[in-house]
């Protein structure tokens, strides 16, 4: 069976090639939730995932009526009519040109990347990529421009995404990647694409596929930040939860640290 890559194991990689070890190949789930604010975070978490699937619900036509009754939180609630009221939302009237939990794949190296997305919006001769985020805090453009998923969403798309461009890929220029806050509705993140991007985000994955492939050893990060809100602190003896919750990229990755939902632990087998 071909490994799986994706923009999250990638994610953990660069950041910390033990946690990568640890949740990929040594297939450790998040130890046990111990405090209040992990299980806040858990609850936050869930009310997440809902969102995505009420989302996308009505993007596959399913009525909002029908929806509205699935709403059982204040949270869920104000990220829904934040979503119904945003006028870009309200445009999508043809659901033909929307593939909503689109997945996409492509061989790296002795991998397949693979990238599950929220939604691909075919508009004008360009396709739209949204991801939908419920964090709490609105991270800064520079962060969520470096991160894996901007990289690898757009790249893939390229890549893997001819079907959707009448059997043609689509230019990186076509392509724009845009994060939609749920709880920031008027301050979408947009970042467009180029081919000297798609040339430099192609050859940082072929490199970490390599690397990742070749790789005798997983040593801990020396970033000890990267430890404060990583679940498998126990297991580094990086000591329990720092109070660190200013930043905002903290808490970004405090949410993505915890979901472990939408992309399954399992992907990667060797
Ligand atoms: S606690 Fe730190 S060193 Fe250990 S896996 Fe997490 S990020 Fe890496």
């Known amino acids: 069976m071909t490994a799986i890559l994706s923009q999250s194991s990638l994610q953990d990689y660069v950041e910390c090639a033990r946690r ?3 949740r990929y190949l040594k297939r450790i789930a998040y130890p046990a939730i111990e405090s209040e604010p992990a299980l806040e975070n858990e ?4 009310e997440g995932e809902y969102f995505h699937r009420l989302v996308q619900r009505y993007l596959i036509g399913i009525p909002k009526e029908q929806l509205d009754r699935l709403v059982n939180s204040d949270n869920l609630q104000r990220w829904w009519e934040n979503f119904l009221a945003n006028p870009d939302f309200r445009g999508f009237k043809d659901l033909r040109n929307l593939h909503p939990e689109a997945t996409l ?11 599950k997305y929220d939604l691909i919006a075919i508009q004008n001769n360009r396709a739209l990529i949204y991801d939908w985020k419920t964090y709490r805090k609105r991270p800064r453009n520079e962060w969520l421009s470096a991160r894996m998923q901007t990289r690898v969403y757009r790249a893939l798309l390229v890549r893997a995404g001819a079907h959707l461009n009448n059997g043609k890929p689509f230019e990186p220029e076509q392509i724009e990647m845009i994060y939609w806050f749920a709880e920031f509705p008027n301050e979408s993140a947009r970042f467009t694409y180029t081919q000297d991007q ?7 994955l072929a490199k970490l596929a390599d690397e990742i492939q070749s790789a005798s050893s997983h040593p801990p990060t020396d970033d000890r930040t990267k430890c404060n809100y990583c ?3 126990s297991y580094c003896d990086r000591g329990v939860r720092a109070g660190d919750a200013s930043q905002a990229e903290a808490e970004m990755e405090a949410e993505e640290l915890f979901d472990v939902n939408f992309e399954q632990i399992g992907e990667i087998a060797f």
């Open 105 to 115: 794949s492509a061989p790296l190296g002795n991998y397949r990347l693979l990238a």
């Open 198 to 204: 798609y040339k430099r985000d192609s050859d940082l």
């Open 231 to 233: 679940p498998y602190r």
């Open 43 to 46: 609850k936050h978490q869930q």
């Open 20 to 22: 990568f070890e640890l």
